[in-house]
């Protein structure tokens, strides 16, 4: 099972700043998923990354993902309060589409 | 709702004691998944669910645990002799197969 490496763990910012928080492993990703967590809720899908190099928006939030697939990278820009939670990266696997999740980052942004 | 629901949404049992989780996919996905949230570990797999197939248990911690789906839709999760390391949130997810899943808002055990 591939292992997802998440850095930072944790980031405590304040409103307006601009973050990126990382995900790498040692193997290629079949494909790549971002979700956010907020507390006392369930993850929710944020984006799927497929192609190595490509690069998806969703208003402030930019994810990128390795030209040789082993890593990605979700930049947020002028944060604000309401991104607060935990942001993981996670991979499917197998037929099943399980998923292995990195550890995750925990994100505080300070009104 | 639309959505996942799990019931409890909080469980605080005593250590020994057996305890059954549930989740209620979302109706006409055909795949479930159970996860487990701790502290330490992260959000790890346990196991996977898809129409009349026989269940992927690979992530199953041990033998203490089980799941069941009846119908293709409702599952438990059953933690049988509860120790403290099993407190964690545990996640229920459903989804068309290969496509998004959804999680609901999982059961926050705490064994004591």
């Known amino acids: 099972t591939q292992l997802l490496e998440q850095s930072p763990q944790f980031l405590s910012i304040q409103e307006g700043e601009n973050l990126t928080v990382y995900c790498n492993s040692s193997?290629?990703?079949?494909?790549l998923q971002w979700y956010r967590q907020e507390p006392g809720e369930g993850p929710v899908l944020l984006v799927t990354?497929?192609?190595?190099?490509e690069v998806k928006k969703l208003k402030r939030l930019t994810f990128q993902f390795g030209d040789a697939r082993k890593d990605s990278s979700l930049h947020i820009t002028a944060a604000q309060p309401g991104d607060t939670g935990l942001y993981l990266c996670?991979?499917?696997?197998?037929?099943?589409?399980?998923?292995?999740f990195g550890k995750g980052m925990k994100l505080t942004v300070n009104p | 709702g639309a959505g996942v629901s799990q019931s409890p949404s909080n469980k605080v049992t005593e250590k020994g004691k057996d305890v059954e989780l549930r989740c209620d996919p979302i109706?006409?996905?055909?795949?479930l998944y159970w996860y487990r949230q701790s502290l330490g570990q992260g959000l790890e797999f346990l196991i996977y669910?898809?129409?009349?197939?026989?269940?992927?248990k690979s992530g199953l911690p041990s033998d203490r645990f089980s799941a069941e789906r009846t119908g293709g839709s409702v599952s438990t999760l059953t933690i049988q002799r509860t120790q403290q390391e099993d407190s964690a949130v545990y996640l229920c997810a459903s989804s068309i197969q290969g496509t998004i899943q959804y999680f609901g808002a999982g059961t926050r055990l705490s064994v004591l």
């Open positions: 109706s006409g996905h055909t795949a």
């Open positions: 193997s290629v990703f079949s494909s």
């Open positions: 996670a991979e499917p696997q197998g037929g099943s589409e399980k998923l292995v």
């Open positions: 669910f898809q129409g009349n197939s026989a269940p992927d």
């Open positions: 990354v497929v192609t190595g190099g």
